[in-house]
């Protein structure tokens, strides 16, 4: 089966610093699968490169079997970038309405409708970006990445300024999208709830794949053993590198 995406020695420089150093992983659809790494890792630069707005300089990637940036891909893909791109002086949902129209999406206000209330936005609909706290801009950027029902989802952070109760109801969420066949690929460095959601970890470092696999999995790569948790796996597999 086509993987929902795929990376085959992927490279890309930025000058002369070099993001992503020959990569290699696929993500399965009905999954969900966490990237880990250090600040600097090449996360972002992978999530950036499926959605089509880097070029990558050698390799491929592809995601549900389309180079980024056709519209298959477009259509199959939904990037939420860590730092989510709303606009001053637009209201939460001309913001959605906005995605629906660039997806060109029919009859979608009832998913909005019940999108917000998932995220407990209803009652903030017609509030302006900077009326929004952290989190609540998080809210409505998923939101925004879950409205057009893209079949892989690659979510930058998700849980970065989230209280305990978002941060339930989007694991809850993502479960359910992985459930009903989705591909949710998570960038995190919040390890509590990596481990909590990840069916497949794949773990970068300076741009390269160093481990990857279920989490029981991983405890043997890292030479370790018994019930060990995503931290001390991570920390075990990355402690070289410091
Ligand atoms: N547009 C750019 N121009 C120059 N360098 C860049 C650019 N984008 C990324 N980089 C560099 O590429 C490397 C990988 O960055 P990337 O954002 O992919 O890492 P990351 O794993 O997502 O990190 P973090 O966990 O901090 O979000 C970093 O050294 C970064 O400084």
Redesign the pocket.
Same mark, same amino acid.
């Given at each position: 089966m086509t993987p929902a995406w795929e990376c085959e020695a992927a490279v @890309?420089r930025?000058?002369e =610093?070099?993001?992503?150093d020959g990569a290699t992983f696929r993500c399965e659809y009905g999954q969900i699968t966490v990237l880990l790494?250090?600040?600097?890792?090449? @996360?972002?630069?992978?999530? =950036?490169a499926a959605a089509g707005l880097?070029r990558l300089d050698a390799g491929a990637t592809l995601v549900g079997g389309h180079a980024p940036g056709t519209t298959r891909a477009q259509q199959t893909v939904s990037y939420m970038p860590?730092q989510p791109d709303l606009y001053p002086g637009v209201s939460v949902w001309e913001h959605i309405t906005f995605v629906a129209l660039a997806y060109r999406l029919r009859a979608w206000e009832p998913r909005a409708r019940e999108l917000l209330e998932r995220f407990e936005l209803t009652d903030r609909r017609d509030a302006l970006p900077h009326e929004l706290s952290q989190g609540l801009r998080r809210r409505l950027a998923l939101v925004m990445a879950l409205l057009h029902g893209a079949r892989v989802l690659l979510l930058?952070?998700p849980f970065n300024g989230l209280d305990p109760h978002s941060a339930m109801r989007l694991r809850a969420t993502l479960g359910d999208l992985a459930a009903g066949g989705a591909a949710v690929v998570v960038?995190t460095?919040i390890l509590h709830d990596a481990q909590r959601i990840a069916d497949h970890v794949i773990v970068?470092e300076r741009?390269r794949v160093i481990a990857g696999g279920d989490l029981s999995s991983l405890v043997r790569q890292a030479g370790l053993a018994g019930r060990t948790g995503l931290e001390d796996v991570y920390l075990a597999l990355t402690a070289e590198s410091r």
């Open positions: @890309k930025f000058a =610093r070099t993001a992503v790494g250090h600040n600097g890792a090449g @996360k972002s630069t992978l999530f =950036r880097v860590e930058d952070e960038a460095h970068l741009g």
